[in-house]
């Protein structure tokens, strides 16, 4: 059976006349930069996440940087974070000369432990970057207590959870500022590379303007070191068009993830994915976690996966504290226990709104029927 980890293809194929259309807009008026649509896509989306300013821009990456450059993080600074996420987090940091510090996660959420960043706080500490994993928002509450006690400003890697809501609130309108990724496999995906910051604050939505322009409000008049970041119209309009199905995608991904828990609720080996209470989960991926139990652990469960050809993911398979870039660059952490466990157990499986039940009791019965089957008679990998 042939499952896709996002199936890129079939979701185009649901929209295609619309997005067709939209693309086709754009190339008749020929704006290519700074059309219409970008505006009003910034503008939808600022009503969805219910903040009053949202900045397109190239990349998720940039959003981060661009976030930084504005609180003025830079050389001699900490920022502390995760190390259980994707490398761009703490590597926008490290590019502008600071030193990224690594807390620890809890384990249920894969996001960072509250209780685990106060210790790290130093007076070079520059700003706090919760990431909301996998979907699932971070615990902002204690976060923005602490850092409202610390006076550091809070941003939100938003780039895995646009949709998603703690305590009522859309993940990216809680801290100071949030950044959004939409890569092509991200909830909200467009056709190439795009990003977005997303703010209450008035002052720092004109800054991070400003930084991503070049670092001037107006053409040829540049007032700070900046950067070229934008969102280009075509994007832009694709987007538009995928933000008006984005709420309807995610009851499908939670339906699937209803699904995906019914079928491995119960193995001695396997846990599913833990749902906070207080929030949303909007499963921009599916992860299990794979028992240190299992014969072979995760690791021989995943080759025995690669050998039938069934699609799954490791994220993240080294921590970032783990990475050479970061090994032996001495940076700070705390323990990370958690986060080294997280790296051996955790497997994605495939999570998109077109997953079938079929699929997915395919998926199942490879998985559990290795498990079975390496529980009784021993990993012979
Ligand atoms: C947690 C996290 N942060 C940042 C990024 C960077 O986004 P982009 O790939 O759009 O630069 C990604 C996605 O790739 C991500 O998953």
């Given at each position: 059976m042939n499952v896709k980890m996002a199936?890129?293809?079939?979701?185009?194929?649901?929209?295609?006349?619309?997005?067709?259309?939209?693309?086709?807009?754009?190339?008749?008026?020929?704006a290519f930069i700074r059309g219409r649509e970008v505006e009003?896509?910034?503008?939808?989306?600022?009503?969805?996440?219910?903040?009053?300013?949202?900045?397109?821009?190239?990349?998720?990456?940039?959003a981060l940087q661009i976030a930084m450059m504005a609180l003025g993080v830079g050389p001699g600074d900490e920022i502390i974070t995760s190390a259980f996420t994707f490398i761009a987090t703490a590597e926008a940091a490290a590019l502008l000369g600071a030193t990224p510090v690594f807390a620890d996660i809890d384990p249920r959420t894969f996001n960072i432990d509250p209780a685990c960043i106060e210790a790290l706080i130093t007076p070079r500490t520059r700003?706090?970057?919760?990431?909301?994993?996998?979907?699932?928002?971070?615990?902002?509450?204690?976060?923005?207590?602490?850092?409202?006690?610390?006076?550091?400003?809070?941003?939100?890697?938003?780039?895995?959870?646009?949709?998603?809501?703690?305590?009522?609130?859309p993940t990216g309108s809680i801290g100071?500022?949030?950044?959004?990724?939409?890569?092509?496999?991200?909830?909200?995906?467009?056709?190439?590379?795009?990003?977005?910051?997303?703010?209450?604050?008035?002052?720092?939505?004109?800054?991070?303007?400003?930084?991503?322009?070049?670092?001037?409000?107006?053409?040829?008049?540049?007032?700070?070191?900046?950067?070229?970041?934008?969102?280009?119209?075509?994007?832009?309009?694709?987007?538009?068009?995928?933000?008006?199905?984005?709420?309807?995608?995610?009851?499908?991904r939670r339906r699937a993830a209803e699904r995906y828990d019914a079928l491995f609720a119960d193995h001695p080996c396997i846990a599913i994915p833990h749902r906070a209470p207080d929030r949303t989960h909007v499963y921009h991926q599916y992860a299990l976690r794979i028992s240190e139990d299992l014969p072979g652990k995760r690791d021989g469960l995943a080759a025995y996966?690669?050998?039938?050809?069934?699609?799954?993911?490791?994220?993240?398979?080294?921590?970032?504290?783990?990475?050479?870039?970061?090994?032996?660059?001495?940076?700070?952490r705390g323990p990370l226990d958690e986060t080294e466990k997280a790296s051996r157990e955790a497997l994605s499986l495939p999570m998109h709104p077109l997953l079938t039940e079929r699929e997915q009791e395919f998926l199942a019965s490879e998985i559990l029927g290795y498990c079975d089957r390496v529980l009784r008679d021993g990993d012979t990998g």
């Open positions: 199936d890129l293809r079939g979701q185009y194929e649901e929209i295609a006349p619309e997005i067709d259309e939209a693309i086709r807009s754009v190339l008749s008026h020929a009003e896509f910034e503008s939808a989306l600022a009503d969805y996440l219910n903040v009053p300013h949202v900045l397109g821009v190239a990349n998720g990456t940039d700003a706090i970057i919760p990431v909301h994993l996998f979907g699932q928002p971070a615990d902002m509450a204690p976060i923005m207590e602490l850092a409202q006690r610390r006076g550091l400003p809070v941003i939100e890697d938003n780039a895995q959870a646009i949709g998603a809501k703690y305590q009522g609130a100071h500022v949030g950044c959004l990724s939409f890569f092509p496999t991200k909830n909200l995906g467009c056709y190439g590379d795009g990003g977005a910051l997303s703010t209450r604050d008035a002052a720092l939505n004109k800054k991070v303007r400003m930084v991503s322009n070049h670092g001037g409000e107006r053409k040829y008049y540049n007032e700070i070191v900046g950067v070229n970041s934008r969102l280009d119209t075509i994007q832009a309009a694709i987007l538009q068009v995928k933000l008006r199905r984005l709420d309807e995608n995610h009851a499908r996966l690669k050998t039938r050809r069934i699609p799954h993911a490791i994220y993240y398979p080294a921590p970032l504290h783990r990475l050479p870039v970061f090994a032996g660059s001495g940076c700070r």
